[in-house]
C-alpha cells in the first residue's frame, strides 16, 4: 500500500511559484536530506509549470510556448533544468533526488496542452490526434495552459496513459494532479488512476485544489488517490490557519493508512522569493502560529509539505519541522479527533485528543484562539473519558509554563494564536 502514514516533504510552489530551477531544487533536496529525512521528510515535488521557459513570478503566461515532445507530452525548459536537455526528461534530476535516498515527484494541470492541440499532435500508441480527444468547455478556470479531455473517446485515457509512462520512466513517484476537485472531475480522477496503474510504476497520487470539498466523495477518493486536498491555497496569514480548524474536524474521522485529507502546504521558512502571491519574505505567522498550525496537522495527520526554500530559512524554522513530536504523532497516532469547541470571552477555546497505535501513551493539544493568553484547563475526563488512571504529563513544545495535572484537569497558559501540546502517560 503507498503512503501508509501521511506523506512528508517539500514543494516548490510557496517560494518559486512556476519559476523554480534544477539547481534550486537540488539545494532543497540536500538540505532535506541532510537535515529533515532523519525525521521523515523525504518527498521532493516540482510545482507547477515546470514545461514553460518563460515562467514568472506573479501569475501564469497566457500562450506560453510550452516544451512539449512530439506526442504533446510536457517536458521541462531545459533553460530551467539543464539536465532535461535532448529528451532526457527528469531522468537525471529524479536520479540525483533518488541518490540522496529521497522522493521525485512532480506536478500537473488536467487535461492536454491547448498547444498540443493547436499543432494535433499524435497521440501516443494511436491513430487519434489531440484534436480528436480535447474537450473545449471543460477548461481550468484560472491557468491558461490546457484544454479538458474528452473522456467518451478512447484517446482521453490513452493520452493519460501516455503521459504517464513517461513520468515514470524518468522515475517520478508522486504526482501532484491539479483542477481536479473544484468541480470535482469524478472521471478524470480515475482516469489518471487508471494511468498511474498501467504505468507498473509505485507512484502516490495528490489531488488538488480543495475549495467546498464534500466528504461524500471519500469512497471514490480512497479507491483512486493517496492524498486530496480539503481547501483552496493556504498562506502565511492567521486566518487561513484559523479555517483549517473546522475543515480538519471535518475530515479527520475519515484518515486511513493509503488515503489522506490534505490541509495544503506548510509556508514556513523563507517564502514569496518568486511566487504566485507576495514578495521575498520571511514566514509571517507568528512562532506560536507555526507551532498551532503543526500541531493541528499532525493530529488531524494532514500530509506535510513545507514551503519555504530550506537553504535560506533559518535555523529555528528546520527545528520545528524536525521536532521529534511531529514525526511521533503525524505518523504514529489514531483516533485524532476534535473533543471541544467553545467560544470564550476573547477567543475559542479548542481541544484535540489522539493516542498511540503502539503503547499506552495519549496525546492532547489544547489550542487558544484569542489574541492574549489564557488559562486553560480541561478535565481529563474530557479528553481520556470517565475511568481513567493517574497520568503524568509531558510537553511537547516547548513552554515557559510547562502544563500541568492538577485536580484532575490538564492546567495550561496557552500562548495568543496558540497551542499546549502534551503527551500523557499512564503512571
Same mark, same amino acid.
Given at each position: 500500500?503507498?503512503?501508509?502514514?501521511?506523506?512528508?516533504?517539500?514543494?516548490?510552489?510557496?517560494?518559486?511559484?512556476?519559476?523554480?530551477?534544477?539547481?534550486?531544487?537540488?539545494?532543497?533536496?540536500?538540505?532535506?536530506?541532510?537535515?529533515?529525512?532523519?525525521?521523515?521528510?523525504?518527498?521532493?515535488?516540482?510545482?507547477?509549470?515546470?514545461?514553460?521557459?518563460?515562467?514568472?513570478?506573479?501569475?501564469?503566461?497566457? /500562450? =506560453?510556448?510550452?516544451?512539449? @515532445? !512530439?506526442?504533446?507530452? #510536457?517536458?521541462? $525548459?531545459?533553460?530551467?533544468?539543464?539536465?532535461? *536537455? +535532448?529528451?532526457?526528461?527528469?531522468?537525471?534530476?529524479?536520479?540525483?533526488?533518488?541518490?540522496?535516498?529521497?522522493?521525485?515527484?512532480?506536478?500537473?494541470?488536467?487535461?492536454?496542452?491547448?498547444?498540443?492541440?493547436?499543432?494535433?499532435?499524435?497521440?501516443?500508441?494511436?491513430?487519434?490526434?489531440?484534436?480528436?480527444?480535447?474537450?473545449?468547455?471543460?477548461?481550468?478556470?484560472?491557468?491558461?495552459?490546457?484544454?479538458?479531455?474528452?473522456?467518451?473517446?478512447? /484517446? =482521453?485515457?490513452?493520452?493519460? @496513459? !501516455?503521459?504517464?509512462? #513517461?513520468?515514470? $520512466?524518468?522515475?517520478?513517484?508522486?504526482?501532484? *494532479? +491539479?483542477?481536479?476537485?473544484?468541480?470535482?472531475?469524478?472521471?478524470?480522477?480515475?482516469?489518471?488512476?487508471?494511468?498511474?496503474?498501467?504505468?507498473?510504476?509505485?507512484?502516490?497520487?495528490?489531488?488538488?485544489?480543495?475549495?467546498?470539498?464534500?466528504?461524500?466523495?471519500?469512497?471514490?477518493?480512497?479507491?483512486?488517490?493517496?492524498?486530496?486536498?480539503?481547501?483552496?491555497?493556504?498562506?502565511?496569514?492567521?486566518?487561513?490557519?484559523?479555517?483549517?480548524?473546522?475543515?480538519?474536524?471535518?475530515?479527520?474521522?475519515?484518515?486511513?493508512?493509503?488515503?489522506? $485529507?490534505?490541509?495544503?502546504?506548510?509556508?514556513?521558512?523563507?517564502?514569496?522569493?518568486?511566487?504566485?502571491?507576495?514578495?521575498?519574505?520571511?514566514?509571517?505567522?507568528?512562532?506560536?502560529?507555526?507551532?498551532?498550525?503543526?500541531?493541528?496537522?499532525?493530529?488531524?495527520?494532514?500530509?506535510?509539505?513545507?514551503?519555504?526554500?530550506?537553504?535560506?530559512?533559518?535555523?529555528?524554522?528546520?527545528?520545528?519541522?524536525?521536532?521529534?513530536?511531529?514525526?511521533?504523532?503525524?505518523?504514529?497516532?489514531?483516533?485524532?479527533?476534535?473533543?471541544?469547541?467553545?467560544?470564550?470571552?476573547?477567543?475559542?477555546?479548542?481541544?484535540? $485528543?489522539?493516542?498511540?497505535?503502539?503503547?499506552?501513551?495519549?496525546?492532547?493539544?489544547?489550542?487558544?484562539?484569542?489574541?492574549?493568553?489564557?488559562?486553560?484547563?480541561?478535565?481529563?475526563?474530557?479528553?481520556?473519558?470517565?475511568?481513567?488512571?493517574?497520568?503524568?504529563?509531558?510537553?511537547?513544545?516547548?513552554?515557559?509554563?510547562?502544563?500541568?495535572?492538577?485536580?484532575?484537569?490538564?492546567?495550561?497558559?496557552?500562548?495568543?494564536?496558540?497551542?499546549?501540546?502534551?503527551?500523557?502517560?499512564?503512571?
Amino acid at each position: 500500500m503507498l503512503a501508509t502514514t501521511p506523506p512528508m516533504g517539500w514543494n516548490s510552489w510557496d517560494s518559486f511559484g512556476t519559476t523554480v530551477t534544477e539547481d534550486e531544487v537540488l539545494a532543497n533536496a540536500r538540505v532535506m536530506a541532510e537535515r529533515l529525512l532523519p525525521s521523515g521528510w523525504d518527498t521532493v515535488v516540482v510545482d507547477i509549470a515546470w514545461y514553460d521557459p518563460t515562467a514568472r513570478s506573479h501569475g501564469y503566461n497566457d /500562450g =506560453a510556448p510550452l516544451e512539449l @515532445d !512530439a506526442y504533446g507530452r #510536457q517536458m521541462p $525548459a531545459p533553460n530551467r533544468f539543464p539536465s532535461a *536537455a +535532448d529528451g532526457a526528461g527528469f531522468g537525471p534530476l529524479a536520479a540525483q533526488v533518488h541518490a540522496l535516498g529521497l522522493k521525485f515527484g512532480l506536478h500537473i494541470m488536467r487535461g492536454i496542452p491547448r498547444l498540443a492541440v493547436e499543432r494535433d499532435l499524435p497521440i501516443l500508441g494511436t491513430a487519434y490526434t489531440a484534436k480528436d480527444v480535447a474537450d473545449l468547455d471543460h477548461v481550468c478556470a484560472w491557468n491558461p495552459d490546457n484544454y479538458g479531455l474528452d473522456h467518451d473517446h478512447p /484517446g =482521453a485515457q490513452a493520452y493519460y @496513459d !501516455a503521459q504517464v509512462a #513517461q513520468f515514470a $520512466a524518468w522515475g517520478v513517484d508522486f504526482i501532484k *494532479a +491539479d483542477d481536479m476537485q473544484a468541480p470535482y472531475y469524478e472521471r478524470e480522477i480515475a482516469a489518471y488512476a487508471t494511468a498511474i496503474e498501467r504505468s507498473g510504476r509505485d507512484i502516490a497520487l495528490s489531488l488538488s485544489p480543495g475549495t467546498h470539498l464534500s466528504t461524500e466523495h471519500v469512497p471514490h477518493l480512497r479507491e483512486h488517490a493517496q492524498m486530496w486536498r480539503i481547501s483552496d491555497d493556504l498562506w502565511d496569514r492567521w486566518e487561513d490557519v484559523h479555517a483549517q480548524f473546522a475543515r480538519l474536524a471535518r475530515w479527520a474521522p475519515f484518515q486511513q493508512p493509503g488515503g489522506w $485529507a490534505d490541509a495544503d502546504m506548510l509556508p514556513f521558512g523563507r517564502i514569496g522569493i518568486r511566487a504566485e502571491r507576495g514578495e521575498p519574505r520571511d514566514c509571517r505567522l507568528t512562532l506560536d502560529e507555526q507551532r498551532t498550525l503543526m500541531t493541528l496537522w499532525c493530529m488531524g495527520r494532514s500530509p506535510l509539505m513545507v514551503g519555504g526554500d530550506l537553504p535560506t530559512s533559518t535555523p529555528e524554522t528546520l527545528d520545528l519541522l524536525a521536532a521529534p513530536a511531529v514525526t511521533e504523532v503525524l505518523q504514529g497516532s489514531v483516533d485524532g479527533r476534535e473533543l471541544l469547541r467553545e467560544p470564550l470571552d476573547g477567543g475559542e477555546l479548542i481541544v484535540w $485528543a489522539a493516542r498511540s497505535a503502539s503503547s499506552d501513551r495519549a496525546y492532547a493539544a489544547v489550542f487558544w484562539t484569542g489574541e492574549q493568553p489564557f488559562d486553560a484547563r480541561v478535565a481529563l475526563s474530557s479528553i481520556l473519558g470517565v475511568g481513567h488512571g493517574e497520568v503524568s504529563v509531558t510537553d511537547l513544545w516547548p513552554a515557559s509554563s510547562p502544563a500541568v495535572v492538577d485536580a484532575g484537569s490538564l492546567a495550561a497558559t496557552v500562548p495568543a494564536h496558540g497551542v499546549a501540546w502534551v503527551a500523557l502517560d499512564p503512571r
